[in-house]
């Protein structure tokens, strides 16, 4: 038997969750690549729009199996979501029949261009893989996105389909959920294969880290709510120092045990497995066989005398010239796990450690940015873009304006409308468009979500953005300045990318830096977070990583941005505002 459970009697479905930069791609892949290695028949599937299987896989996918080559019996795929919402579109739009105008069918596309139907279109395909739509594999692997995203996405099966049994007329609205009517029955089979522990397995993927630990903690909670109860937690990246004498290495194990000790009863309850912390980069077959299989590691690496000194200022640097302006929007962005939520919380409090106001928020689903400030400080405000409470807001203030003057018919048909999960992506979009407007006479600084959720967020902006200059007419007076114009504009916006020196971290901020500046955000700098390369340590499972570390920092100063920052490992978390001042 392996002494990786999941690998122990799998069922059909596993799904690999957990927060953002914690492995659940790497344990993923790794997971498949062994049951294919056995002779079984695996698709490797990722739900996550900021997807790397490409990348760890080393070959190119589409949204259909694509064969692995060297690995016989495994195909993977990703879920596009931009080509599952043109599938999608196309079929609503055929429902319309011939009697359709083209400027009717015209401004039903572009009701469909948001991000909500990004999302549906992509569920869409992902309950057409728990239904059968592809066939022929012993197991569906399921690589998922962030855990805030991820929720969301197990959230749509119970959420559209009481939206489907309580709407006997269907959607009343011609919007994105016009044409699932007819798919009532596969939702509910999607349902009912979540909930069956002998088809499905949760695979909650953590590190042995407060931030972590906690977060899985509340997801398994989540899961248990949504009848996905079959569930074992796996730590990843554990670490034991091998210098009694490197306060880096000794520090780092310390936080992990502590972190372990104080797990939540609610996870301890759960079968545990423990991967240790390797010294090679999960990219490749050979690494992601020798994550899962220490006999089939790859070869140990030469550890360097001397290495070279890395010269990037720090983050007070940064902090310095954001704050040369008197107002703007930052908006701090990368993958889950790299540390977006202390930058930002550290931007934050050294704006208002200098003089300024500043106004600190998130669109992150998963917000943890005031446990990550942790206290009050003069000229410091710390909220959040809560989902439930802006949905409640929006819902009461549609009822209040366009229900006032409705007979009952036409009130209930409302209320139907506003029933649809559609809903919370309308109203998280307009309270994100107050935030960003506020920015006018304050600096506002934004932690966002992981990497996905923030393009569909992205998504939803420019949308409103064809919407709203769709509807001014050519000779029509005034100036229309929407959301997307305050984004692109440079002096208004200051985009930060934060990634960890590893590849994938790195490739991903690559891939959203490249999708801002197709957006026309072009991003203001880099900040590379948790760096063992200027820490100092001895420890020699630490020292060997740190080649691969040097290597992303060399690329992404000299081809990447012109502005790179660096915060180096800490001994102790930076949480509290003391801990976030002696950063900026």
């Not at 996550?48 to 996918?61: F, H, K, Q, T």
């Not at 704006?351 to 917000?367: E, F, I």
């Not at 304050?442 to 064809?466: E, K, Q, S, W």
């Amino acid at each position: 038997m392996s002494h990786f459970r999941a690998l122990n009697a799998p069922t059909p479905y596993l799904f690999f969750t957990g927060k953002g930069g914690v492995g659940k791609t790497s344990l993923a892949c790794a997971t498949a690549v062994a049951l294919a290695d056995r002779g079984l028949r695996v698709l490797l599937v990722s739900t996550d729009p900021a997807s790397n299987l490409d990348e760890m896989l080393e070959v190119g996918l589409t949204d259909r199996p694509t064969p692995v080559p060297n690995v016989t019996g495994l195909s993977a795929m990703n879920i596009d979501p931009e080509a599952a919402a043109e599938s999608y579109r196309a079929r609503v739009l055929e429902q319309l029949g011939p009697q359709v105008t083209a400027p009717e069918r015209s401004t039903v596309r572009e009701q469909l261009s948001g991000a909500c139907t990004t999302e549906i279109a992509a569920f869409d395909e992902f309950v057409g893989l728990l239904d059968g739509d592809i066939a022929g594999f012993d197991h569906i692997i399921f690589d998922t996105a962030p855990t805030g995203h991820t929720l969301r996405l197990l959230s749509l099966p119970k959420a559209w389909t009481g939206f489907l049994k309580d709407n006997d007329r269907g959607a009343s609205c011609l919007g994105p959920h016009s044409g699932l009517k007819m798919q009532e029955n596969r939702f509910r089979k999607a349902l009912e294969a979540l909930g069956d522990s002998a088809r499905t397995t949760i695979v909650l993927v953590t590190r042995a880290d407060r931030g972590a630990i906690r977060e899985a903690a509340r997801t398994a909670g989540e899961l248990d709510g949504l009848n996905l109860s079959n569930q074992l937690i796996v730590v990843n990246g554990g670490f034991h120092a091998s210098d009694p004498t490197d306060a880096v290495a000794v520090a780092l194990e310390r936080d992990q045990d502590e972190a372990l000790a104080a797990m939540p009863a609610s996870l301890k309850k759960l079968p545990r497995d423990e991967i240790p912390l390797v010294a090679f980069d999960i990219v490749g077959l050979t690494a992601l066989r020798g994550l899962l299989s220490p006999s089939s590691q790859p070869s140990g690496a030469i550890i360097k005398s001397d290495p070279e000194t890395i010269d990037l200022p720090g983050l007070e640097r940064l902090v310095d010239e954001i704050a040369l302006g008197k107002h703007g929007l930052i908006m701090v962005m990368g993958k889950g796990g790299v540390g977006k939520t202390t930058i930002a919380a550290a931007v934050a409090v050294g704006l208002a450690k200098r003089g300024h106001a500043v106004h600190l928020s998130t669109t992150d689903p998963a917000a943890h940015v005031a446990f990550v400030v942790d206290g009050v400080m003069p000229g410091l405000t710390v909220d959040r873009i809560d989902p439930r409470v802006e949905t409640e807001r929006y819902v009461a203030k549609i009822l209040a304006s366009r229900g006032r003057d409705l007979d009952e018919q036409g009130k209930a048909l409302l209320v139907e409308d506003l029933a649809s999960p559609c809903t919370e992506e309308v109203a998280v979009f307009h309270a994100f468009s107050h935030v960003v407007a506020e920015a006018r006479s304050a600096f506002v600084v934004l932690d966002t979500a992981p990497t996905g959720h923030t393009l569909l967020l992205l998504d939803a902006t420019g949308a409103y953005h064809r919407q709203m200059t769709s509807q001014l007419a050519p000779g029509g007076s005034g100036r229309i300045v929407t959301p997307l114009m305050r984004l692109q504009d440079p002096a208004y916006t200051k985009v930060i990318l934060v990634t960890l020196p590893e590849t994938t971290p790195v490739s991903e901020a690559a891939s959203l830096q490249d999708d801002l500046r197709r957006a026309g955000i072009d991003p203001f700098g880099w900040v590379i977070n948790k760096s063992l390369a200027v820490s100092g340590t001895r420890d020699p499972l630490l020292r060997l990583r740190l080649d691969h570390e040097r290597t992303q920092i060399a690329r992404v100063r000299n081809r990447l941005t012109k502005r790179a920052f660096i915060i180096g490992w800490r001994n102790k978390p930076p949480i509290g505002v003391d801990e976030l001042r002696t950063l900026s």
